[in-house]
C-alpha cells in the first residue's frame, strides 16, 4: 500500500489516467506562496488548464522576498499560456531570456519554475522523477546528519546520538574556547537553525583558536567512536587557502570523508594551493548557482564533492549538467540539505540521487513537525539512508490552508568579524 493509499489527505496522484502528454499542457496560473513554520519557505504553484499542478521551492535564506518579487514581477507572468511540457525550453528562454545572467536570485526563482515543471511531467505520465531521469541506480540514499555541541564533549555525545540513531556519516561541529557562536554550533538536539533575527547577528571569529582546536574534536572522535562512522565538518568559508591547507593536513590522520567550504570559492584557483598540501578530501559548492561556478575545480580535479544542489542551482535541468560534467572528471554528488531547503527541495533532491551515477551523499537535517505538515511528502529517514516516494513527480505537496497560518518573519543569517573589528565570512 502506498503513503497516498493510507493517507485520505494525500493529493490524488493518478493524473496520468486523464492527462499523458500527447496535447499541450497550459499553464493558467502561477502563485507565489510564502509561509514560515518554524522558518521561512518561499513556494512556487504552477497550474494548468488540466488540472494538473506542480509546485518547486524558492527559498534563499535571509532574503526571500527578493525572489517573491523576482517571481511575481518578472517570471509568472511570461509563464501564462506556455506549454508546461517543455521544461528545457522555458529553462534556456529564463535563462538566456534574462540577459542578466546567474546570481542566487534569478537561479533560484528558475529552480522553482524548473522543478514545478518536472513534476507537473512526473504527474502526467504517473511516474516519479528518478524514473524520468533514467530509473534508479540504488534503492536509498546515504545522508549525513549535523552533530554539534560548545565543547568538544558535547560534540562528541551528540555524534553517539545520531550513531545511536543509525547514521552512518556525521558532521560533526564544536565551540571553540574563547569565541562565542562559533559557526555550526546550535541551541536544540536535532536542529540548527542560524537566520536567528531580523536583523543580523554579530559573531566573532579567530581561525587560529579555530585551527588549534578542531583537530583535538576529531581525535576524541575517532578515540570514542573508532574508524567506522564518516565524519564530516564544515569549515564555512573562514579560512585563507594556506590556512585551510593547514587545517586539512592536521586533519589527515583522522581520515574525514570531507573537509567543505574551507576558503571561499569565487577564485576556484585558490583551491590549487589547498589541494598540493592535503589529501584529505575537499567539498564545496552549497552557494553555487550555475555549472560555470565550478568548472575549473571540477576539471582540474580540486575537489572531490560538489555541493550544488537543486534550489540553488537551477533546478534539476541544470543539476543534471553539473553532475554529467562532474562525472567525467570522478568529482561526486554530495547535495546541500540545511532547514532552509524546503522539503520540495529534499524530495527532488532525493530522487536525483536516487539516479546520479556519481553520487557522493546527501545533507540532512531534519526540518520541524509543522515544516512536515505544510509540506505533506513521501520520502522517508531509515537508519541512516533516505528512500525517495514512488508517487509521480517528486512527491511533495503544499497544504496552503496550513501553510497561510504561519505568515511570514523577517530572519537574517549572522555575520562574523575577526576579534579586531574586522568584516568577515560568516
Ligand atoms: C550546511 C550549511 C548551512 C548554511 C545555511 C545557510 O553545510 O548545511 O553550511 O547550514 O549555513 O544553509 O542558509
Ligand atoms: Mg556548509
Same mark, same amino acid.
Given at each position: 500500500?502506498?503513503?497516498a493509499d493510507?493517507?485520505?489527505n494525500a493529493p490524488e496522484t493518478d493524473w496520468s489516467d486523464r492527462i499523458g502528454v500527447s496535447r499541450p499542457l497550459v499553464i493558467t496560473a502561477a502563485r507565489v506562496i510564502v509561509t514560515s513554520p518554524g522558518r521561512n519557505f518561499v513556494t512556487l504553484k504552477i497550474e494548468t488548464d488540466q488540472g494538473v499542478y506542480g509546485i518547486g521551492?524558492? &527559498?534563499l535564506n535571509g532574503r526571500e522576498l527578493s525572489v517573491v518579487a523576482y517571481l511575481n514581477e518578472h517570471i509568472c507572468p511570461l509563464l501564462i499560456g506556455r506549454d508546461a511540457r517543455r521544461i528545457e525550453d522555458t529553462w534556456q528562454l529564463l535563462y538566456r531570456g534574462a540577459y542578466w545572467r546567474r546570481g542566487p536570485v534569478t537561479m533560484r526563482a528558475i529552480a522553482a519554475v524548473d522543478v514545478a515543471l518536472w513534476d507537473i511531467k512526473g504527474k502526467a505520465l504517473g511516474a516519479p522523477l528518478h524514473e524520468l531521469l533514467g530509473g534508479k541506480s540504488r534503492d536509498r540514499v546515504m545522508v549525513y546528519g549535523h552533530a554539534?555541541?560548545?565543547d568538544i564533549g558535547e560534540t562528541v555525545d551528540a555524534v553517539g546520538r545520531y550513531i545511536d540513531l543509525g547514521y552512518q556519516a556525521i558532521r560533526a561541529q564544536t565551540g571553540v574556547p574563547g569565541l562565542v557562536n562559533a559557526y555550526g554550533v546550535g541551541r536544540g538536539e536535532l536542529h540548527y537553525e542560524p537566520a536567528d533575527a531580523s536583523l543580523p547577528t554579530e559573531t566573532v571569529w579567530d581561525t587560529r583558536r579555530y585551527l588549534a582546536h578542531v583537530p583535538k574534536l576529531f581525535e576524541r572522535l575517532r578515540d570514542t567512536y573508532g574508524p567506522e562512522p564518516r565524519l564530516l565538518h564544515d569549515g564555512h568559508h573562514r579560512m585563507t587557502p594556506l590556512e585551510a591547507a593547514q587545517l586539512g593536513k592536521s /586533519?589527515?590522520? *583522522?581520515?574525514l570523508f570531507w573537509l567543505e567550504d574551507v576558503t571561499p570559492a569565487e577564485n576556484q584557483e585558490a583551491f590549487r594551493l589547498i589541494r598540493q598540501h592535503t589529501t584529505t578530501p575537499l567539498a564545496v559548492g552549497e552557494v553555487f548557482n550555475t555549472i560555470w561556478d565550478c568548472k575549473d575545480l571540477i576539471q582540474e580535479q580540486l575537489i572531490d564533492y560538489i555541493r550544488a544542489t537543486i534550489v540553488g542551482a537551477g533546478g534539476l535541468t541544470h /543539476? +543534471? +549538467?553539473?553532475?554529467? *560534467?562532474?562525472s567525467v572528471w570522478g568529482v561526486r554528488t554530495g547535495c546541500h540539505g540545511? &532547514?532552509? /531547503?524546503?522539503?520540495v527541495t529534499m524530495g527532488t533532491a532525493l530522487h536525483f540521487d536516487a539516479w546520479v551515477p556519481n553520487f557522493g551523499i546527501q545533507e540532512y537535517m531534519r526540518h520541524t513537525p509543522e515544516t512536515d505538515e505544510v509540506f505533506p511528502h513521501d520520502y522517508r529517514f531509515e537508519a541512516g539512508f533516505m528512500i525517495p516516494g514512488e508517487r509521480p513527480g517528486h512527491g511533495v505537496d503544499i497544504d496552503e490552508t496550513l501553510a497561510a497560518r504561519f505568515p511570514y518573519v523577517p530572519r537574517q543569517l549572522p555575520v562574523a568579524r575577526l576579534t579586531d573589528g574586522t568584516m568577515w565570512n560568516w
Open positions: 500500500m502506498s503513503a493510507s493517507d485520505p521551492d524558492a &527559498t554539534n555541541g560548545s /586533519l589527515e590522520p *583522522f581520515d /543539476l +543534471r +549538467r553539473i553532475a554529467d *560534467f562532474a540545511a &532547514t532552509d /531547503l524546503s522539503p
